[in-house]
T-cell receptor, first 117, second 109 residues
């Protein structure tokens, strides 16, 4: 029973390239949440998605960032034209419902460490 | 000023010591969470609190809603407890948490 799977674990991109971060939720979970952890900063909420729907993207930067969670396949966090300030750890979490998130269920992935050079 | 403040930022202890990590917050909350993050690893939820006290093994978490303060205690600390401990509070939505910067705990044998 695999947990939340994120890949890649480490990603290096040059400035201006695109970064694609993948998150496969736990089996049976249809709610996915993305968080970003900047160096020396706490985690910050980015976006909450259900299958084929963005429910809350209030934490997403207005430009260059997008997220999707298609009917089939993993959730993707996409960062276009990366800049050095995008270097961070990006964590994904999943649940079977928002009411269960971190109350009866608490499943985070291992994170993707993005380094922009 | 961060809405969630943790202290200390760094803590070094000898194996067997009693550990306390503190968390203060400035906003109204529906729940407070304690999370554990191992170096280079993922995040594990330890506790969710809305009042009182919870215990799991050697870990104890308390919250004082009136004082907007929570503590995480580790009894008989062990080197495997070395990790970053993160306090996070939930206002309205369960998922839209406000996180502290974390406390790096190192337990030496």
């Amino acid at each position: 029973n695999a947990g939340v799977m994120q890949n890649p674990r480490h990603l290096v991109r040059r400035r201006g390239q695109e970064a694609r971060l993948r998150c496969s939720p736990m089996k049976g979970h249809s709610h996915v949440y993305w968080y970003r952890q900047l160096p020396e900063e706490g985690l910050k909420f980015m976006v909450y998605l259900q299958k084929e729907n963005i429910i809350d993207e209030s934490g997403m930067p207005k430009e260059r960032f997008s997220a999707e969670f298609p009917k089939e396949g993993p959730s993707i966090l996409r960062i276009q034209q990366v800049v050095r300030g995008d270097s961070a750890a990006y964590f994904c979490a999943s649940s079977s419902g928002t009411g269960r998130f971190l109350s009866t269920e608490a499943f985070f992935g291992q994170g993707t460490r993005l380094t922009v050079v | 000023k961060n809405e969630v403040e943790q202290s200390p930022q760094n803590l070094t202890a000898q194996e067997g010591e009693f550990i306390t990590i503190n968390c203060s917050y400035s906003v109204g909350i529906s729940a407070l969470h304690w999370l554990q993050q191992h170096p280079g690893g993922g995040i594990v939820s330890l506790f969710m609190l809305s009042s009182g006290k919870k215990k799991h093994g050697r870990l104890i978490a308390t919250i004082n809603i009136q004082e907007k303060h929570s503590s995480l205690h580790i009894t008989a600390s062990h080197p495997r407890d070395s990790a970053v401990y993160i306090c996070a509070v939930a206002g309205g939505s369960n998922y839209k948490l406000t996180f502290g910067k974390g406390t790096l705990l190192t337990v030496n044998p």
